[in-house]
């Protein structure tokens, strides 16, 4: 199906959730720059709200998110507190404008708070926003998630949900610090099946420490009894360098490269076979849901949440570090806790970081998200594209690629370098590749 070409991936490259990255954010942007942005919201403008919760019960050692443990209850409820008071801030700004399509609940592991927490927090967004019929998805950790929980989603109408799984094979779980028995997730699956979420998703990873061909296709046959209607298969990515936690994972362990190539052909393969549609790069989904079904209809997009089918193009992030993006900025909280508290708390926007986005960088970033979500993209207006051409001709003499006058056209077999291809259109990636994760 795919033919495996190491030269064309030895380069790291984003995933591209934003462009440009946020290893491109600077600190010469701030509150003013997010004041002036919220002011450019227009009034029946559909908005997106992302939350982040920066606790988990427990730390995998895998992970790259920006989370804490959640082992102290008033340092949890003093963040509830100022995520509430965020609400307000951010609302007192858009004073009545923007109409708020979804929100999105990440972390950490949202369900590291108490469901009574949850609860209060979603009647304030309610007091504070105009979100009536709002989409509403959350991240959870499955270990945990009792039947507290599954009625706490059903009365705030929580209609999608995303489960951490990675593996279902027990020795992989010792390796990355995350043991969560089979029978565990599947409780939890039946419980938000009667909660009313209509639209879960498993998070699975290939390329983990010990992991063989085996071992990957007892985790699919797994996940496909459970029938969740989204999967996404990730490529782990081991930065030791930049995630110290990972340096308790025995790098000696990790499948090479062609192992990892071999195993992301695997679960496209079983996935596909199953029923299920190919979307984007490394999501799965059965055809009637509705990123599949944007798929179809070519109105696939990408944000900080990966492939979806919302079309809003601000989107709001509240608490430490999260982005928001706006046509013209992508600007991020503090990521230190303790700063975020202090800016919340003396009524001030807490936004410390990001970039201000040229009309040049909204091309790239056009072009990019078109690659990635449709194949295909048309180019003019990039004015170093002969130079793109010419670093693209590799990708041309194997056949992954072809161009129809400045309109560039990914082939099926382009699948796994289309994150490599698209960041032909990135300037700046020269300078900063060792930042990022392998594209398979």
Same mark, same amino acid.
């Given at each position: 199906?795919?033919?495996? *070409? ?10 591209y +959730? ?48 920006? +989370? ?47 469901p ?9 967004? *309610?007091?504070?926003?105009?979100? +009536? ?74 390329g ?28 782990y ?26 195993m ?37 997009r ?8 919302d ?6 992030g ?14 991020q909280?503090e ?35 078109a ?14 594209l ?17 161009w ?29 590749? +060792? ?6």
């Open positions: 199906m795919w033919n495996y *070409h190491p030269e064309l991936l030895a380069t790291p490259v984003p995933r +959730t934003s462009f440009p990255t946020a290893a491109e954010f600077g600190d010469d942007v701030g509150p003013a720059d997010m004041e002036h942005a919220l002011a450019r919201v227009r009034e029946d403008e559909p908005v997106s709200l992302y939350l982040h919760i920066p606790y988990c019960h427990e730390i995998c050692w895998y992970c790259g998110c920006n +989370t804490g443990a959640a082992n102290r209850t008033a340092r949890v409820a003093a963040y509830v507190q100022r995520l509430g008071e965020e609400m307000d801030l951010i609302a007192a700004k858009l004073d009545g404008r923007g109409r708020i399509a979804r929100i999105a609940w990440g972390g950490g592991s949202p369900n590291a708070l108490a009574a927490q949850f609860s209060a927090l979603t009647r304030r967004l *309610h007091d504070a926003f105009a979100c +009536t019929g709002a989409t509403v998805s959350v991240e959870l950790d499955p270990r945990g998630f009792g039947w507290e929980w599954a009625e706490t989603f059903a009365r705030n109408k929580v209609t999608r949900a995303s489960l951490g799984v990675q593996t279902f094979a027990p020795h992989i779980q010792r390796a990355i610090g995350r043991i969560q028995p089979t029978e565990e997730i599947a409780c939890t699956a039946g419980r938000l099946r009667v909660a009313g979420v209509e639209s879960i998703n498993f998070d699975l990873m290939y983990l420490p010990g992991q063989f061909s085996e071992d990957l296709d007892e985790t699919l046959e797994i996940a496909l009894s459970m029938h969740p209607e989204r999967l996404a298969v990730f490529g990515a081991h930065v030791p360098h930049l995630l110290p936690r990972q340096r308790r994972i025995d790098a000696t362990r990790l499948p090479g490269a062609a192992a990892r190539f071999a992301a052909q695997q679960a496209h393969r079983k996935l596909t076979g199953a029923g299920y549609d190919a979307v984007g790069f490394d999501h799965f989904a059965v055809p009637h849901d509705a990123i599949a079904r944007a798929t179809r209809a070519r109105t696939l990408r944000n900080f949440q990966g492939f979806t089918e079309q809003s193009e601000v989107l709001i509240l608490g430490a570090s999260s982005i928001s993006a706006f046509p013209g900025a992508l600007l909280n990521k230190n806790a303790g700063r975020y508290h202090l800016r919340i708390a003396n009524g001030q926007l807490a936004t410390a970081r990001g970039i201000r986005r040229s009309a040049g960088d909204r091309r790239r970033g056009a072009i990019i998200e690659l990635l979500c449709r194949g295909e993209a048309e180019c003019t207006g990039v004015p170093e002969v130079d793109i051409r010419a670093r693209l001709m590799p990708f041309e003499a194997h056949g992954l690629i072809a129809a006058g400045t309109r560039l056209l990914l082939g099926k077999a382009a699948l796994p370098y289309a994150r490599t291809i698209a960041a032909t259109f990135d300037p700046w990636r020269a300078a900063s590749a +060792t930042r990022f994760s392998s594209a398979v």
